[in-house]
């Protein structure tokens, strides 16, 4: 993995995440997924399970404990695909 | 935002999800009648919304064997099954489930959460994976996060995504522990048993099946989907409620694997709780009598359920896949289904409501479980109030 997949994962995150909140709602690496965007837990398990398909990894739910913004989220998602 | 703020920021949101203080989640009932019938506020109501699949929770047997108890024993163990809590009727109990599945071990819980937490936990923990379906009862995830296990999700009843999900894992199969339920409680659907057997063959894993909606239900004898499929030697372990089908409170697990024994040293949810009182055991043995002893009742139950299926189907309801006791009518907003709530308690008839997230797919429920003890007219009513909501609600 390079950084540039880095971005490319921020990007295909935002851009979804777009399609699941408000047209108004600015979305950034800062914001907070619950608070700011309004996912809610299913919403976020459903996004989750698109997630593995895209990247065609497994991400253990129970890992989210600790996801609270966009970029953990991504950051997440870097470090599962690239030790697998 | 404080802890307390936390809290009264999801008062506000549940608030808004329904206003003037409607009280369709925890509402009271003052009195019951009987199985079918009970008091909410000053209205005599049909219960369409308990999990008294079988209508035992006044058989004369449970009753009898109950009051007996309670003036030999006591009205509770007030211990664990560690230490003083394990009486004659418990170990007798659990003989009994682990004959009726039959396996070689059964161990009782204090309620079927406890059952599923107690379960998952013990079997699984860190480094293992459990594998579960997306609708998942809230007590199956519980027990995951307990296990402390990886925690992966497939689409419900999706076997194609199961598959993908399962072949991602690669070796860890090995140590990953699928798990299902015979009867969805959301919309009342089965597992597809046979497609997951399959799978778990193929990738070596180990299956639980959760057999709590389908226990008496299921089956010629009642055990569930297992029976029904004829798939009992091929799950690894199942666990149930007492609080359905047989009326009272508790939970089990069976299985043929000798290690089922060691969960009683391991597994915080069945240690670190008293056992269940001697008048719930005793109760919980005479259903189970009732439930095996033959199928009168499950027959009356599919009589009620196709009924009132084929008719709520015919008047133009969107409803779960699949007829059985647990008939859900799937509505698209909270509002409408808040009102068909509230038009079938103001005719004297109690259901579920179920609002989003609990819902699948950001649907809004309203949810019948239909029971033995209907009768044929019950049904009838019901189906005609249904009907006219529809016209009103749904113009």
Known sequence: MTASNYDEIMQLLCDRLGSLTASDIQITPESNLIGQLSIDSIKLLNLIMEIEDTFDISVPINALADVQTVRDLVDLIYKIKSSS | ?395
């Not at chain 2, 180990?206 to 799950?235: F, I, M, N, P, R």
């Not at chain 2, 009518?329 to 509002?335: G, R």
């Open chain 2, 1 to 395: 935002m404080n802890l307390l703020e936390k809290l009264d920021a999801a008062a506000a949101a549940r608030k808004a999800l329904l206003p003037n203080g409607v009280g369709a989640f925890g509402i009271p009932i003052e009195e019951v009648y009987s199985a079918t019938e009970a008091r909410i506020g000053h209205r005599r109501v049909l219960l369409l919304g308990t999990n008294n699949y079988l209508g035992l929770t006044f058989a004369p047997e449970c009753l009898e064997a109950a009051h007996e108890a309670i003036d030999e024993e006591g009205t509770g163990t007030t211990g664990s099954r560690m230490a003083n809590g394990s009486y004659f009727g418990h170990r007798a109990l659990e003989k009994e489930f682990a004959d009726f599945y039959q396996c070689s071990s059964g161990m009782v819980f204090t309620t079927g959460y406890q059952a599923n937490l107690g379960t998952i936990s013990g079997l699984v923990g860190r480094g293992d994976t459990v594998l579960i379906d997306g609708d998942s009862h809230a007590s199956i995830y519980d027990g995951c996060i307990l296990s402390g296990a990886d925690i992966i999700r497939f689409k419900h009843n999706d076997m194609v995504d199961m598959e993908k999900r399962l072949c991602r894992l690669g070796e860890r199969t090995q140590t990953t522990l699928i798990i299902a339920e015979g009867i969805y409680s959301m919309l009342g659907d089965q597992a597809p048993l046979a497609e997951i057997v399959k799978l778990k063959n193929k990738y070596n894993c180990t299956l639980l099946l959760d057999e709590a909606h389908s226990l008496g239900v299921l089956g010629e004898t009642g055990q569930g989907l297992v029976e029904k499929t004829g798939l009992l030697k091929e799950v690894d372990f199942i666990t149930g409620t007492f609080s359905k089908s047989l009326c009272s409170i508790g939970g089990f697990c069976v299985s043929n694997h000798s290690q089922l024994e060691q969960l009683r040293y391991v597994s915080h949810p069945y240690i670190f709780t008293a056992s269940p009182s001697p008048a719930t055991i005793a109760s919980t043995r005479a259903a189970l009598k009732l439930l095996s002893g033959g199928t009168e009742l499950r027959d009356q139950l599919w009589k009620n359920s196709n009924q009132l299926y084929t008719k709520l189907e015919e008047t133009g309801y969107t409803l779960g896949p699949e007829p059985g006791p647990v008939i859900a009518a799937i509505v698209d907003n909270p509002q409408q289904a808040l009102a068909l709530w509230q038009g079938l308690l103001d005719h004297d008839i109690y259901v579920n409501l179920i609002l989003p997230p609990a819902a699948p797919e950001g649907k809004s429920l309203v949810r019948c479980s239909v029971n033995a003890a209907h009768t044929i007219e019950q049904m009838d009513y019901v189906g005609s109030i249904f009907a006219k909501l529809k016209q009103e609600i749904f113009k």
